[in-house]
């Protein structure tokens, strides 16, 4: 199962989102009237050890709008470290013990806002291949400090629409997994307000599974941009920069903690600075 023009499709794809977010980034940057330079992205190729493929890091900082987002692309392949085998025999994917090798590739966003108002933003969509399997996942969702119910209906609307168009059952089965996901068990809560997650999706029909992976991708900038667009300017004191300081503090512990692509992209012996890029600029903890 080599799935050459498969894989290549997706690379391509994942791509070309990339820039497209990019793009819609710093045009963001360049409509908030603050009268410090707009932001842009710092570009730069990603590499792995032994020729394993590589990708785009790209991250902005101290923006008007961004304090700080990174927009990674990556087409990464090798053998699977005995750990990742392992995680992958639990999932009961195929073929794993026969030949270990692998190929990836995908997006990866994180955005820590400006404004305390603004809500951070998680998004990622990837395809993954062994030798006895493929199967897309990924899924977005919103990390306010300071929660508006309108934002939050509005990011899950537009996810909720995305997975209808499909499969009547996704966003619910999705929605949940996304919950169950991003929760902090140490501190029992979640981390944000949601969104959705999912992994190992393979239906039999490559195409189907590709255009639903699509759609995800597709539907962030519609369920983002307007809630960054609304609250970018909005007024913000020092008690709105500590509850935002105080919740990163959050974020960095799940990501460095529990998010399954931080292991394996360190793991796999990924560009650390990539793999870390989620991590926020600051954060507090008492």
Known sequence: MDMTEERRKAADWFHALRDRIVAAFEALEDRHPGAAPAGRFEIRPTTRPND?????????????????????????HGVLA????ASMRERGIPGIAEDPRFWASGISLVAHMQNPHAPAVHMNTRMFWTPGAW?????ADLNPCIEYAQDTQHFHDVLRQCCDDFDGGYYPR?????????????????RGVGG?????????????????????????????????EKRMGQPWDDADRAAQLAHRGLYAEYNLVYDRGTRFGLATGHDPEAVLMSLPPHATWE
């Open 135 to 139: 199967w897309f996942g990924g899924g």
């Open 82 to 85: 005995p750990a990742a085998q």
């Open 196 to 228: 959705i997650f999912y992994d190992d999706l393979n239906t039999g029909d490559w195409s189907a599974d590709f255009a639903f992976t699509r759609a995800v991708g597709e539907a962030f900038l519609p369920a983002f941009l307007p809630l960054a």
């Open 174 to 190: 999705f929605k949940a997994w996304a919950d169950e996901y991003f929760h902090i068990p140490h501190r029992n809560r979640a």
């Open 52 to 76: 394993g493929g590589g990708g785009l890091m790209s991250v902005m900082r101290r923006g008007r709008v961004f304090e700080k987002v990174g927009v990674n692309w990556s087409e990464v």
